[in-house]
């Protein structure tokens, strides 16, 4: 009897469950988009809900509106998600056996206003775009995106677009992970190819540390990294081609004391453009000391007069907030900026930094007075005269904006105190 009574308490505990949580993943929803109002250029909104006991459906519909040249009606995209929500505790219809508060499948509808110049598929079926999202009961977020090959006709040409897949996790505290890859595209003006991007691999893992992941306004910190396998423009004669190989982007940044530190470490193993083949080109930078607070208010100026259309109202805001941005004495290090020639080496540095006992918040003219920057580099000579500047060089030679130093012509800036110097000249501001 007693084991009765609690299977019979389990099979009610496990038929009521589902009205529960339909009710908290509809909230869940609310809530979330909620947090993606006032977003630039976009609105967001939940269509159509409908509840059900054991399962729900809805559309989140997102329209992007965007001014073009020479046009007077601006585009405006509407992207619709059509939903089907499966509720918890026990979910199987997204990514297997498991236990949450639902399981979101979806289709993709885009609609738009362009018809006579844009034409695509607007419906993005199962067979083209495999998605799914599923929420835990602690409000993490687990999505896997799949995207099959799918083609755009313009008037300009026709893009085919490759494969793409992104798997991401969502935490309540702010916590984003991601990965992915996307097979690139090509673009082709009649039956030629002018443009090709190849494979990209992507990976991050971000911490919310001013406002929230859904916002507009939102800044992480963290890890990422960025791989593109090549990219090819493709002109009619040999010297307007550009290519590029093997691209690497490792970013890293943190916060401390309310001021966030990062680096940046781009490589490229071959590029090749105006008729010269490159290699080995990197740039290793690091941006420290920037106040994220300030920042924060910088971003929700640029959002809200964009909004407004006001650019003068915007000018002085940012003129009020630049002293505070700078109050925090922020610093940007080129620490190498360079790359292999078929003629030599080429190589350059850059700091610039702001002296925080010199900086007076309430007076931006000491700005410049605050200011120290320095940088060199150098280049060999026989490269500026495979590109055909070599009579633009040996003119910055006459001017002192450049010095030759056998077959090299280098440089060397300094700023402080508000004089700027060029290979130790004076040079005259204003």
């Not at 993943?25 to 947090?35: D, P, Y």
């Not at 007077?72 to 026990?90: A, C, F």
């Not at 093997?246 to 890293?252: E, G, R, Y």
């Not at 633009?392 to 002192?400: G, R, S, W």
């Amino acid at each position: 009897m007693k084991k009765r009574l609690i299977a019979t308490a389990v099979v009610s505990g496990l038929l009521v469950a589902p009205y529960f949580a339909g009710k908290l993943a509809q909230t869940e929803m609310e809530n979330m988009l909620a947090k993606m109002q006032n977003l630039p250029n976009a609105t967001v909104s939940i269509e159509n809900y409908h509840r059900g006991w054991f399962s729900s459906t809805a559309d989140i519909v997102a329209t992007i509106s965007q001014d073009l040249p020479e046009q007077v009606e601006p585009l405006q995209i509407t992207l619709t998600s059509k939903q089907i929500l499966q509720h918890g505790p026990i979910l199987w219809q997204s990514n297997g056996l498991g236990f949450g508060l639902v399981d979101i499948d979806y289709n993709f509808d885009i609609a738009h206003n362009q018809n006579d110049t844009l034409e695509f598929n607007h419906t993005f079926s199962k067979d083209k775009l495999d998605s799914y999202v599923r929420i835990g009961f602690t409000g993490t977020m687990t999505s896997s995106m799949n995207l099959q090959a799918f083609q755009v006709s313009t008037e300009q040409g026709t893009f085919d677009i490759h494969a793409m897949n992104i798997d991401s996790s969502m935490t309540k505290d702010g916590q984003l992970q991601f990965s992915g890859d996307w097979q690139g595209l090509d673009f082709s003006e009649f039956d030629d190819k002018v443009l090709s991007i190849g494979k990209m691999q992507f990976s991050a893992d971000q911490q919310v540390v001013r406002g929230d992941l859904l916002s507009y306004n939102a800044l992480t910190v963290g890890d990422s990294n960025f791989t593109l396998a090549s990219l090819d423009i493709l002109g009619p004669i040999e010297s307007e081609k550009i290519s590029m190989k093997d691209l690497n982007v490792i970013s890293t940044s943190h916060e401390k004391d309310g001021l966030m530190y990062a680096d940046a470490d781009i490589t490229v193993a071959n590029i090749n453009a105006v008729g010269q083949e490159f290699k080995d080109f990197s740039y290793l930078v690091s941006f420290n000391k920037l106040d994220l607070d300030v920042y924060q208010e910088f971003q929700n100026v640029l959002v809200s007069n964009n909004a407004q259309q006001d650019p003068n109202h915007m000018i002085m805001q940012i003129q009020a907030l630049l002293p505070k941005l700078l109050a925090a004495g922020p610093e940007l290090k080129i620490k190498k900026l360079g790359m292999q020639t078929e003629q030599g080496e080429i190589a350059s540095q850059l700091n610039i930094e702001f002296d925080q006992d010199l900086l007076d918040a309430n007076n931006p003219m000491t700005i410049i007075m605050a200011l120290k920057a320095d940088a060199n580099g150098k280049a060999p000579v026989e490269f500026f005269n495979a590109i055909g500047m070599q009579q633009n060089i040996e003119a910055l030679i006459m001017q002192n904006m450049l010095v030759a130093d056998e077959a090299e012509v280098k440089f060397d800036f300094t700023f402080a105190n508000g004089q700027a110097l060029i290979n130790g000249m004076p040079i005259p501001l204003g």
